[in-house]
T-cell receptor
């Protein structure tokens, strides 16, 4: 039973570019959340997707957007990349109904 | 606004010791408090979680103590092992308001042999 899988593992971009990160939830999970984890910090909630709609959003600018597909997989898009966007981006999935969240191993994004 | 404060930032113990990590929260609407363990290059893994209707929960060598009036909770690791060396995060969530977890800053634990 595969857990949460994220791709790519690492990514290097330059300022101003756009990036798309991908997440496949754990089997049986229908809710996906995205977090940003800066080096040496705890994860910060970006947003949650359920039934292909954004349901909850953290304190992140509109440059951060997402999508959920009918198979529950999800994408995180970041436009106009800034140096400060360098971080580990984590995807977490769960079943609806306040079930525990399971995290993937993240995508390490570096902005030059 | 930092809503979950975690301490200490780092902790070193000898094998067999009992490291204790503390967290304090501000939002009284929080009603679910998980602890996550993270190894380098890996995502956080859920260790144990508690809800405010109990004051203590044990799972294997991990124990959460919860003090609702003080708005504090802590993680105790019994008989710690070098393999427990990792970063530990406390978190909190309002169960009725979606998936949003609010994390503490993390504690880097080192267990020496």
């Amino acid at each position: 039973d595969a857990g949460v899988t994220q791709s790519p593992t690492h990514l290097i971009k330059t300022r101003g570019q756009q990036v798309t990160l991908r997440c496949s939830p754990k089997s049986g999970h229908d809710t996906v959340s995205w977090y940003q984890q800066a080096l040496g910090q705890g994860p910060q909630f970006i947003f949650q997707y359920y039934e292909e709609e954004e349901r909850q959003r953290g304190n992140f600018p509109d440059r951060f957007s997402g999508h959920q597909f009918p198979n529950y997989s999800s994408e995180l898009n970041v436009n106009a990349l800034l140096l400060g966007d360098s971080a580990l981006y984590l995807c977490a999935s769960s079943r609806t109904g306040n079930q525990p969240q399971h995290f993937g191993d993240g995508t390490r994004l570096s902005i030059l | 606004q930092q809503q979950v404060k975690q301490s200490p930032q780092s902790l070193i113990v000898q094998k067999g010791g009992i490291p204790i990590i503390n967290c304090a929260y501000e939002n009284t609407a929080f009603d679910y408090f998980p602890w996550y363990q993270q190894f380098p290059g890996k995502g956080p893994a859920l260790l144990i979680a508690i809800r405010p209707d109990v004051s203590e929960k044990k799972e294997g060598r991990f124990t959460i103590s919860f003090n609702k009036s003080a708005k504090q909770f802590s993680l105790h690791i019994m008989d710690s092992q070098p393999g427990d060396s990792a970063t530990y995060f406390c978190a909190a969530k309002e169960e009725t308001s979606g998936s949003r977890l609010t994390f503490g800053e993390g504690t880097q634990l080192t267990v020496n042999p």
